[in-house]
């Protein structure tokens, strides 16, 4: 299992740029590979190091190439990378093609840090669940790919969670709050625990109590 995970910002606009270097810092497990404003640095960036970034962010609307362009080249390239869409771009065509490209997520500007950070907690956890299984059932699949999907999928398990309540998180907590039942525990010290905002651990224990 990964301690820490190396994201690559691929953003033209400078001052945006800097707000997801300045999300990506307040998350525990990741650090800021590097910074490219247009596709050829991007791919000078992935050419020159000695090891890939796990995770690129990237936006649509780069200077010098059209459209997906980027993510095809990453995928065609650097296929272990993986790759979450940040964009103003909402036309229905693009993010089918992000979809079909196996972009991780697709997230919409302005970006709120709630919402970056749903996203890489996602990533972690499904990172987590490939890191540490050999194989896996019908039920894991699902939870792979989504809990929200998984509980609409036939033959499977009925997960009565609300949204934003993941199962494998929720497991986590209960066995850290086991071992912790004498002294209590924060939601600051909690999200250090299972590498998660503050916010998102208070859910969590809001949805026990």
């Not at 609409?152 to 494998?168: A, M």
Request: avoid cysteine; charged fraction near 30%; hydrophobic fraction near 40%.
């Amino acid at each position: 299992m990964k301690d820490t995970y190396t994201v690559l910002i691929v953003e033209d606009d400078f001052r945006v740029a800097e707000i997801n270097r300045k999300f990506i810092e307040k998350m525990e497990k990741f650090t800021v590979f590097g910074v490219a404003k247009t596709g050829e640095e991007m791919m000078e960036q992935l050419n020159n190091a000695q090891s890939s970034p796990d995770l690129i962010l990237l936006d649509v609307y780069i200077p010098d190439v059209e459209g997906l362009e980027l993510l095809w080249a990453i995928r065609n390239h650097y296929h272990e990378v993986d790759v979450i869409m940040m964009t103003a771009a909402k036309e229905v065509s693009t993010i089918e093609e992000a979809l079909r490209g196996g972009a991780f997520d697709y997230i919409v500007k302005p970006i709120e840090f709630e919402r970056f950070a749903w996203t890489f907690e996602r990533y972690d956890r499904q990172r987590r669940m490939l890191t540490d299984k050999e194989e896996m059932d019908q039920a894991e699949i699902d939870r792979l790919m989504g809990a929200s999907e998984a509980q609409q999928t036939p033959g499977s398990p009925k997960h009565e969670l609300p949204k934003g309540i993941d199962e494998i998180t929720l497991n986590t907590i209960k066995g850290i709050l086991a071992k912790t039942k004498d002294q209590g525990i924060t939601a600051s010290t909690l999200g250090e625990k299972i590498g998660a905002s503050r916010s998102t651990a208070r859910r969590y224990l809001e949805y026990l109590v």
